[in-house]
């Protein structure tokens, strides 16, 4: 069992910061990778970020965003700067399928409810 809580979301002025957190309980921090996605109303579900042993993101947040895990914590982070109107969506924290190599093709088998993110222009 794997139990997924987003955090940290809420309204920002464009430019601005949020940073995210991810709780997770169970084996979500075994061998796994884990990673962001997120996704915008009338829009598919898009990578963010992920981490394993090294880390990967988005070219549309490269350089803006950065993800991070705290093992002793059980806590994943994603810290986002210089955030535009593009950013909006909900946010959701996920565990990497099993096989799967870090990327926008990378699926999860686990996820939280997501956190909100709202960018105004």
């Known amino acids: 069992q794997v139990q997924l809580v987003e955090s940290g979301g809420g309204l920002v002025q464009a430019g601005g910061s949020l940073r995210l957190s991810c709780a997770a309980s169970g084996r979500a921090f075994s061998s796994y990778a884990m990673g962001w996605f997120r996704q915008a109303p009338g829009k598919e579900r898009e990578f963010v970020a992920a981490?394993?042993?090294?880390?990967y993101y988005a070219e549309s947040v490269k350089g803006r965003f950065t993800i991070s895990r705290d093992y002793a914590k059980n806590t994943v982070y994603l810290q986002m700067n210089s955030l535009k109107p593009e950013d909006t969506a909900v946010y959701y924290c996920?565990?990497?399928?099993?096989?799967?190599?870090?990327?926008?093709?990378?699926?999860?088998?686990?996820w939280g409810q997501g956190t909100q993110v709202t960018v105004s222009s």
């Open positions: 996920g565990r990497g399928a099993a096989g799967q190599v870090p990327g926008p093709r990378m699926l999860f088998d686990y």
């Open positions: 981490i394993t042993w090294s880390t």
